[in-house]
Nanobody
Framework: QVQLVESGGGLVQAGGSLRLSCAAS????????MGWYRQAPGKQRELVAR???????NYAESVKGRFTISRDNAKNTVYLQMNSLKTEDTAVYYC???????????????WGKGTPVTVSS
């Protein structure tokens, strides 16, 4: 069974930085795209950043130039470096994997439980 576990969230002042990590565990052979989403109170979940297995990335306009997504395929881990944080970045951040090949087949659309990020003014 595949699990995604996020870490690195917390409380930070505006202008500060945080680094989120998400590790996938299980009988994993390969992972397709990995991404970070966020959901602020009263708002819909939105894509923050995504990275393919080849390393291509895309970002939400609101985080371009401030956030950087990366991955370590050997560790089945994706990272989100968040710099110059703003109060509007406050949300629960979720890790997502769109497709995983395991020892027994393929699975799709995996989500972590989320890690909260609070940016204070």
């Amino acid at each position: 069974q595949v699990q995604l576990v996020e870490s690195g969230g917390g409380l930070v002042q505006a202008g500060g930085s945080l680094r989120l990590s998400c590790a996938a565990s299980g009988s994993i052979v390969s992972i397709n795209a990995m991404g970070w989403y966020r959901q602020a109170p009263g708002k819909q979940r939105e894509l923050v950043a995504r990275i393919t297995s080849a390393g291509s990335t895309n970002y939400a306009e609101s985080v371009k130039g401030r956030f950087t997504i990366s991955r370590d395929n050997a560790k089945n881990t994706v990272y989100l470096q968040m710099n110059s944080l703003k109060t509007e970045d406050t949300a629960v951040y979720y890790c997502n994997v769109d497709r995983i090949r395991t020892m027994t087949g393929y699975g799709t659309d995996y989500w972590g439980k989320g890690t909260p990020v609070t940016v204070s003014s």
